[in-house]
């Protein structure tokens, strides 16, 4: 079953249902034509539709008939509601593809159905550009080949890994809340260049540039990252001073502790 041949209706069309869209059709993996979005906030519709040229109602019934593969792409406390609303309109070929923080498998099963193929995911805003970075997990009755297309559409707009499901809250916290502390990075380091007197768009420009070329070489070299700061900081540099005061104001620390963070609340969100 190719992804070209599904239909897929998005269940929520806020940020992240925007922009794994726009990334599958960018892709060439779905269509306008092949797809539907409900919302009930006009707002969330209008952007959605002007983004993806896909149609967008306020009906999630009318996007469970017309689809085949449903994302369900609400915030967590939302979840049961819409599953319930939608559970007796469902088809045995249906599958349910979840990326809401913190929704177990087995919760979204006790409403629409212990032998519901059901996929739980966490991707991340950048599937926009082609580059989000997501985990996911398949249920009990979930086939290879639903898997594969799933594994497909996720990797067409990034990188993704099949992961344990307990781990997936680790993800949400790691990659799925991290394009928000980047951009913090970003912000912080053109702020630092605005102060030694760099202009504000060279700044953000240059903080953003350095971010991605980075961690595009260490991607494409495979080198760890400890080693490519190392090659940077030479012998009572500039480099090493910079990171003796980053060290000082604790950045490692702070950056575990914003993943740790978002992982427990991911949980929490579930156990709601």
Not at 47 to 68: G, K, Y
Not at 137 to 159: F, H, Y
Request: hydrophobic residues 50%; contains cysteine.
């Amino acid at each position: 079953m190719a992804a070209t041949q599904l239909k897929i209706g998005f269940l929520g069309a806020g940020q992240m249902a925007s922009a794994l869209a726009v990334g599958w059709i960018r892709a060439g993996l779905i269509s306008p034509q092949s797809s539907i979005a409900a919302d009930p906030f006009s707002q969330a519709r209008d952007r959605f539709h002007s983004l993806t040229a896909i149609p967008a109602t306020t009906s999630n019934v009318e996007v469970v008939a017309a689809a085949d593969i449903l994302l369900v792409a609400v915030k967590p406390q939302n979840v049961p509601a819409l599953l319930s609303e939608i559970a007796p309109h469902l088809r045995p070929s249906h599958v349910v593809v979840s990326i809401a923080a913190g929704i177990t498998i087995a919760a979204i099963a006790d409403i629409v159905g212990a032998d519901r193929p059901i996929v739980r995911v966490m991707p991340n805003t950048p599937a926009l550009v082609g580059e989000s970075a997501s985990g996911y997990s398949c249920g009990a009755n979930v086939s290879s080949e639903t898997a594969a297309v799933v594994g497909g559409l996720l990797n067409a707009v990034g990188k993704a890994f099949a992961l344990p499901e307990h781990l997936l809250d680790a993800v949400t916290g790691l990659s799925g809340s991290g394009p928000a502390y980047v951009c913090m990075m970003i912000e912080a380091l053109s702020d630092g260049g605005v102060r030694m007197g760099l202009p504000r768009e060279a700044a953000t420009v240059l903080a953003a540039q350095t971010l991605l070329g980075t961690a595009k070489m260490m991607l494409e070299t495979g080198r760890h990252p400890g080693q490519l700061k190392d090659a940077v900081a030479s012998p009572g540099g500039t480099t090493i001073a910079g990171i003796h005061a980053l060290e000082r104001g604790g950045l490692r620390a702070a950056l575990m502790d914003a993943v740790e963070a978002a992982t427990r609340r991911a949980t929490e969100l579930g156990n709601r």
